[in-house]
């Protein structure tokens, strides 16, 4: 009996095992949007001295509707544009690179217009090119 109860212990240790392996990772699992290559102008004053294309993933809260959510893109593109043509969320220092944590912290309360609050937990940006970089 004993032995029995050993082996149905190994057992189960292997079949919980090889459950968490086969889990999808964090990351893999994680509700997003991924925007691609929105340009938004950088200007100062009225005169607009440059483009930035820039690339955002929206990171979702575990209880926003991820599909619903993806497929409203072009609203959170709408709304990045709109709030980009407002203010110029260019590095004042370098107008070919974005202020990121300004931009992001815009973009949250932005986006959160589109989705409400309590949906969005992070504005990543994934990547950035000006139309005209410093040389």
């Known amino acids: 009996m004993k032995k029995l109860l050993t082996v149905m212990a190994i057992g189960l240790l292997f079949a919980s095992t090889r459950v968490r392996a086969d889990e999808p990772s964090k990351e893999a699992t994680e509700p997003s949007v991924q925007l691609a290559n929105i340009g938004i ?9 440059n ?3 820039v690339s955002i ?3 979702l809260t575990a209880k926003a509707p991820e599909i ?3 497929d409203m ?3 959170f593109r709408d709304a990045a544009v709109k709030a980009a043509s407002k203010t110029s969320f260019a590095d004042p220092k370098h107008t070919d690179k974005l202020d990121v944590p300004r931009f992001q912290a815009a973009m949250m309360i ?4 589109v989705t409400g609050p309590g ?4 504005v990543e940006v994934v990547e950035q090119n ?3 970089p410093s040389h």
Request: proline content about 6%; cysteine-free.
């Open 130 to 132: 000006a139309e005209h």
């Open 68 to 70: 619903k959510f993806r």
């Open 119 to 122: 949906m969005i937990k992070q």
């Open 73 to 75: 893109e072009p609203y």
């Open 57 to 59: 993933k929206i990171h």
């Open 51 to 53: 483009y930035l294309f």
């Open 41 to 49: 102008p950088v200007f100062t004053g009225r005169t607009v001295i």
């Open 110 to 113: 932005a986006f959160s217009q």
